[in-house]
């Protein structure tokens, strides 16, 4: 008889075509050996099984811990948003006041470093600095908000003292037709506003931010 060496394909498929191979030929799966994925030691089929269920569960783990963490995390974002906005309806303000008390506040619920504000349409009576024509025209094209590096956007030139990373929430009118002003966040953690995280907070915040300045002020559509 002759004999030739029969190749991993053939095997599988072989093995395929015969499911009841193994039951046929029990004694063959018993002494079945596979090497260890960590050691050179070499182990029973139901001992690779076991250390497979074991690693996939350890990865289950791990993922659950991460849902809950950012439950946990949503959570104390979310009662950090309701916080800011009582402590501001419960306090009436001036029209010169409610910018810096919406900073301040915000900045305290949040634990963040600096916060900066800017508006731009005409005639608003807000104390806010200006803005320059090409940072307006970056945060105008902007559709969300922007979370990076303070180097990622021109207004982290707003800060007065360097931070690590940054949000930026464009201002719109409740119409959506324009946008109106900008809100900065910055923080000295490079892990607190990256590329990847979401944004759902952080239009929530611009649209409350819009909702108290109007109660004092209109936006009028700027026209250049």
Partial sequence: MRHYPVSAEEVARFLAQNPQFFLERPDLLLGLRLPHPRTDKLISLAERQTLLLREKNQRLEKQIHQFLHNARENELISQALLNWTCELLAKPQTAAQICEKMCASLQKQYGLQS??????????????????PSTRAWIERRETP????????????WFKQPMASMAVIPLYAWDKSH????????????????????????????????????RYYEPQKHIA
């Fill in 179 to 214: 946008c109106v002003g900008a809100l900065a966040l910055g923080s000295d953690m490079a892990s607190r506003f990256t590329y990847n995280i979401g944004t759902d907070f952080l239009v929530a915040m611009g649209k409350i931010f819009m909702a108290m300045l109007t």
């Fill in 115 to 132: 916060i900066e504000l800017r508006l731009w349409w005409d005639q608003h009576p807000f104390p806010v600095a200006d803005t320059s």
């Fill in 146 to 157: 922007y979370t990076g590096p303070v180097s990622g956007s021109p207004a982290g030139a």
